[in-house]
T-cell receptor, first 115, second 114 residues
Framework: DSGVTQTPKHLITATGQRVTLRCSPRSGDLSVYWYQQSLDQGLQFLIQYYNGEERAKGNILERFSAQQFPDLHSELNLSSLELGDSALYFC??????????????FGPGTRLLVL | DQQVKQNSPSLSVQEGRISILNCDYTNSMFDYFLWYKKYPAEGPTFLISISSIKDKNEDGRFTVFLNKSAKHLSLHIVPSQPGDSAVYFCAASGGGNAGNMLTFGGGTRLMVKP
């Protein structure tokens, strides 16, 4: 158990809909990261938040957004969903500002299926 | 453009023998490398890491070797156990990117046969 929790575990929805994925980091960790794992793209970085502020952005679509709240939990919002958004979405956390030498610890993931 | 590559999608070894998983990277600015293990329906689990200032790091049965000139790293598991059967991802950070984003390889599925 990494200490990172994600809800829900599974989500089935229809195209065009909007969903929210939730992540609680390990106790004391200030940075939260979101990754997407799809069959054809592997694990890809989406976005990082540090202590409530956006820190880095990766291959995140404009239809997707995220935020980190004062209690440090984070939510990833996916809107106007398309079939291709079906994937595993992982949250990870690390202790501090996101130095390159920090280890990220991953949650169990949310499996999203868009029908 | 894949900056981190794991060219072997799968590897099969006998229990008790050595497992060697390989990873190549192209971005010479990467300065921290990690290996994660992933079981089905679970998130990646951190295994071992190495800074670019080192060429070897050991933790129990797991050793990671880094060859910066070749832009190559490898994970050695000795002795291999059936419970080691999983998908292994190498990842890199730094690379001139803001924050601490990890760039992952495509993974290698390791099967350890009893």
């Amino acid at each position: 158990d990494s200490g990172v929790t994600q809800t829900p575990k599974h989500l089935i929805t229809a195209t065009g809909q909007r969903v929210t994925l939730r992540c609680s980091p390990r106790s004391g960790d200030l940075s939260v990261y979101w990754y997407q794992q799809s069959l054809d793209q592997g694990l890809q970085f989406l976005i990082q938040y540090y202590n409530g502020e956006e820190r880095a952005k990766g291959n995140i679509l404009e239809r997707f957004s995220a935020q980190q709240f004062p209690d440090l939990h984070s939510e990833l919002n996916l809107s106007s969903l398309e079939l291709g958004d079906s994937a595993l979405y992982f949250c990870a956390s690390s202790a501090n500002v996101g130095l390159a030498s920090e280890t990220q610890y991953f949650g169990p993931g949310t499996r999203l299926l868009v029908l | 453009d894949q900056q981190v590559k794991q060219n072997s999608p799968s590897l099969s070894v006998q229990e008790g023998r050595i497992s060697i998983l390989n990873c190549d990277y192209t971005n010479s600015m990467f300065d921290y490398f990690l290996w994660y293990k992933k079981y089905p329906a679970e998130g990646p689990t951190f295994l071992i890491s190495i800074s670019s200032i080192k060429d070897k790091n050991e933790d129990g049965r797991f050793t990671v070797f880094l060859n910066k000139s070749a832009k190559h790293l490898s994970l050695h598991i000795v002795p291999s156990q059936p419970g080691d059967s999983a998908v292994y991802f190498c990842a890199a950070s730094g690379g001139g990117n803001a924050g601490n984003m990890l760039t992952f390889g495509g993974g290698t599925r390791l099967m350890v046969k009893p």
